[in-house]
């Protein structure tokens, strides 16, 4: 079975432009959530959807925005670009069945830099 | 505001031997998940080990064990008769229940295992 995967996986994009980055979780997981993770440090907490609702925001500004699709994909838009955005972008599908909450399973990354 | 502490930013050990790496965390919860996950150099996080904090009995995956400590708020991970492939970032991280399947993560330990 194919595991999360995540689109692009490299991007260079330049201060003030916007970003979509794409993800596709393993087949019948109806959970995604988004995370940051910047040079150094763990992951951060961004988004959680489920079901094509937000269940879910951490400590991020208005200009992170993202969504999912009937086929539970899910796409993460920041708009106007700043260097700090420059980091390893994570995407984690999950059961969400409240047994198996936990059993969290993490794509590749797509690694956006801002210049 | 969940917290986790990983106060070693990098380690080493020698093929076969046995390290332990350290984690502390910061709730008011009583309920609550622990999660040691590795990342190796191509990226994707992939579990190692998960303990819910209502066992007493600590987590063993085959060379992976952990010391749950939850007065304390301790987690330490420990691995035995460690491997060239366990080189890898590890990350502690935390989960509520019921809470979209925000995870906290740690910082990270750099674990470099020698020949």
């Known amino acids: 079975d194919a595991g999360v995967t995540q689109s692009p996986t490299h991007l260079i994009k330049t201060r003030g432009q916007h970003v979509t980055l794409r993800c596709s979780p393993i087949?019948?997981?109806?959970?995604v959530s988004w995370y940051q993770q910047v040079l150094g440090q763990g992951p951060q907490f961004i988004f959680q959807?489920?079901?094509?609702?937000?269940?879910g925001r951490g400590n991020f500004p208005d200009r992170f925005s993202a969504r999912q699709f009937p086929n539970y994909s899910s796409e993460l838009n920041v708009n106007a670009l700043l260097l700090g955005d420059s980091a390893l972008y994570l995407c984690?599908?999950?059961?969400?069945?409240?047994?198996?909450?936990?059993?969290?399973?993490f794509g590749p990354g797509t690694r956006l830099t801002v210049t | 505001a969940q917290t986790v502490t990983q106060s070693q930013p990098e380690m080493s050990v020698q093929e076969a031997e046995t390290v332990t790496l350290s984690c502390t965390y910061d709730?008011?919860?009583?309920?609550?998940?622990l999660f040691w996950y590795k990342q190796p150099p191509s990226r994707q996080m992939i579990l190692v080990i998960r303990?819910?904090?209502?066992?007493?009995q600590n987590a063993t995956e085959n060379r992976f064990s952990v010391n749950f400590q939850k007065a304390a708020k301790s987690f330490s991970l420990k691995i035995s008769d460690s491997q060239l492939g366990d080189t890898a970032m590890y990350f502690c991280?935390?989960?509520?229940?019921?809470?979209?399947?925000?995870?906290?993560f740690g910082t990270g330990t750099s674990l470099t295992v020698i020949p």
């Open positions: 087949s019948g997981h109806k959970s």
């Open positions: 991280a935390f989960m509520k229940p019921y809470t979209g399947n925000q995870f906290y």
């Open positions: 959807y489920y079901e094509k609702e937000e269940r």
């Open positions: 709730t008011s919860e009583s309920n609550y998940y």
């Open positions: 303990q819910e904090a209502y066992k007493q």
């Open positions: 984690a599908s999950s059961i969400d069945n409240r047994d198996r909450e936990y059993e969290q399973y």
